[in-house]
């Protein structure tokens, strides 16, 4: 990577590689960097699948997936970017076919469609049957190999290389020290920041890099108070917590409280059953809820990964009630873009789960994240050859020009920790945001939080802990100031929606 890319790529989940392999296609001079190896990704570990309406195999509509989004985002979505979602993502799916990725098929070749929680209709592809991301990211890995695109592993990305009010390439550092890569564009598509919290089902790379990096630089962030936390994450002693898909909850899986009751339609939006489950956790003093999957036939003939990671901690789905409990799963916001994936600042984009198009608003509709990186990682690339070079106030980017109804607040994230108390670590930091800025919040706890995260102690080479902070001040700054309960987002202390402010972004600057 001596000579100036046409596209540098910081990540090699969903977003990153597909943005990766259609640009190389395009003869673009492109380079992916990576901090673990290419495959180590969040998209790897996705399970349930990806939502998309392909063409006449079942009663569906896009009209019907756009409702369901914008229903799941609770106000808070794009209309124009969940459009371009719902009508990209079938085009984008079918290439990903053809680049190599296979679905589950019934026997006369049928796609096989799964319905999910907040979804009308069965409209989920799968592989594998709940290993859909492992099947993505191996038809991607795979089809960028077949490229001239550069990748690059155990590379971190630390900083964005700004000169002239413009993103030139990224700092970077690997085992040999740090160095400087310039190019004409770059492309964030870091994922996202599960880390922050104890309880997580994301992996230990989902530090919100990219969200730091942006705030350093001054560049818009938004949406980040709404984490949404995955209803059934298996809860055993062992974190990342091994996730049981919302595809079981789709397929006769029920909930039961610690009498054995069912307290919840299981196939509500994951906000509603994950604060359902949180109500009943604390009603009962235990830490989890049950999962009975028993109402499932042949479970190990259709979900053998899921069959495999119950097996590993002696748990029997024909016959064991399965504890879980919520955990941080996925960042619905992130750096602000537009419709192309164009952020405020020329020369920068960001796809997939670091960004924040306006697509998910206050919540994500279940397996809408792996299509968001496919329709949006391939737009940044198409703008980029179409020579587009600025955003434009479309999607998420609306929000900052006020245009549209949109409008924002703007909270500082400070950056500025409290050295004379610099006394928690990494672990402390992630147990305070759990128990104060999790599925329940109020201003008293996220005080407590805040607090917390001005405690952390930083030591000077540690990129990922230093990025944690920052995007744990945004979240946190952000939850304070959204003084309503809507969607990913529950403050005990202002439990209604607040209308009024409907249209209402919270946008962060470092
Ligand atoms: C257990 C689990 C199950 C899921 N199931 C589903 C599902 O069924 N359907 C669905 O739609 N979504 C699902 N999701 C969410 C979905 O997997 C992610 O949102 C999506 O894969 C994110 O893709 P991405 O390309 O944005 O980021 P990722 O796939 O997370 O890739 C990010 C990449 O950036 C790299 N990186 C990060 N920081 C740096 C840095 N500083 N320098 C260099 N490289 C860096 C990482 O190493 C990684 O390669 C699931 C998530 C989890 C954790």
Redesign the pocket.
């Given at each position: 990577m001596s000579e100036e890319l046409d596209l540098l790529v910081?990540?090699?989940?969903?977003?990153?590689l597909t943005a990766a392999v259609r640009a190389a296609s395009h003869g673009l001079r492109v380079g992916v960097?990576?901090?673990?190896t290419i495959a180590?990704?969040?998209?790897g570990?996705?399970?349930?699948?990806?939502a998309a309406v392909l063409g006449n195999i079942s009663d569906d509509t896009e009209a019907q997936h756009e409702t369901d989004t914008l229903k799941a985002g609770v106000g808070l979505c794009d209309e124009d970017a969940v459009h371009v979602l719902v009508h990209e993502g079938p085009i984008r799916v079918r290439e990903l076919i053809a680049l190599g990725a296979h679905f589950d098929r019934d026997p006369d070749g049928t796609l096989q469609l799964a319905r999910e929680g907040g979804h009308s209709h069965a409209r989920v592809v799968h592989a594998g049957g709940a290993a859909?991301?492992a099947e993505i990211e191996r038809a991607l890995v795979a089809a960028t190999g077949r490229t001239a695109a550069a990748v690059h592993e155990h590379?971190?990305?630390r900083d964005l290389l700004v000169s002239g009010g413009r993103c030139r390439g990224l700092v970077l550092r690997d085992a040999n020290g740090e160095r400087v890569v310039r190019a004409r564009h770059v492309l964030l598509?870091?994922?996202?920041a599960?880390q922050l919290f104890s309880l997580t089902?994301?992996?230990l790379?989902?530090?919100g890099?990219?969200v730091a990096m942006a705030l350093r630089a001054g560049v818009a962030v938004a949406d980040v108070e709404f984490m949404q936390f995955h209803p059934t994450a298996l809860a055993v002693d062992r974190m990342p917590r091994p996730?049981l898909?919302e595809a079981l909850r789709g397929d006769g899986a029920l909930l039961r409280n610690a009498q054995g009751d069912r307290f919840v339609n299981e196939l509500e939006p994951r906000d509603i059953v994950s604060r359902a489950i949180t109500a009943q956790m604390i009603e009962s003093g235990l830490d989890h809820v049950f999962l009975d999957v028993r109402p499932i036939h042949d479970f190990a003939l259709r979900f053998p990964s899921l069959a495999g990671i119950l097996a590993g901690v002696g748990l029997d789905p024909t016959r064991d009630l399965l504890p879980v409990a919520p955990a941080a799963?996925?960042l619905s916001g992130g750096v602000v873009t537009d419709l192309d994936g164009a952020t405020e600042m020329a020369g920068l984009w960001a796809a997939?789960?670091?960004s924040c198009s306006g697509v998910h608003g206050a919540n994500r509709l279940?397996?809408?994240?792996?299509?968001d990186?496919l329709v949006f990682g391939a737009r940044v690339v198409d703008a980029i050859v179409a020579g587009k070079d600025a955003a434009e106030p479309t999607g998420a980017m609306r929000s900052l020009t006020g245009r549209g109804g949109w409008s924002s607040v703007q909270v500082s994230s400070n950056g500025g920790l409290d050295i004379d108390k610099a006394d928690l670590d990494r672990a402390a930091m992630q147990r305070a945001l759990t128990e104060h800025a999790g599925v329940l919040r109020s201003d008293d706890s996220l005080l407590e939080a805040e607090e917390a995260v001005a405690r952390v102690h930083v030591s000077p080479d540690d990129d990922e802990l230093r990025n944690l902070v920052s995007v744990a001040e945004a979240l946190v700054q952000a939850a304070i100031a959204r003084e309503e309960s809507r969607g990913a987002h529950a403050r005990v202390d202002f439990p209604d929606r607040d209308d009024d402010d409907f249209r209402l972004r919270i946008v962060v600057r470092g």
């Open positions: 910081a990540g090699s989940g969903i977003a990153g960097v990576t901090k673990g180590q990704t969040a998209t570990w996705a399970q349930g699948g990806v859909t991301g590379v971190f990305a598509a870091t994922g996202g599960g089902t994301n992996p790379e989902a530090t890099d990219g996730l898909s799963h996925y997939g789960e670091v279940a397996s809408n994240s792996l299509l990186g």
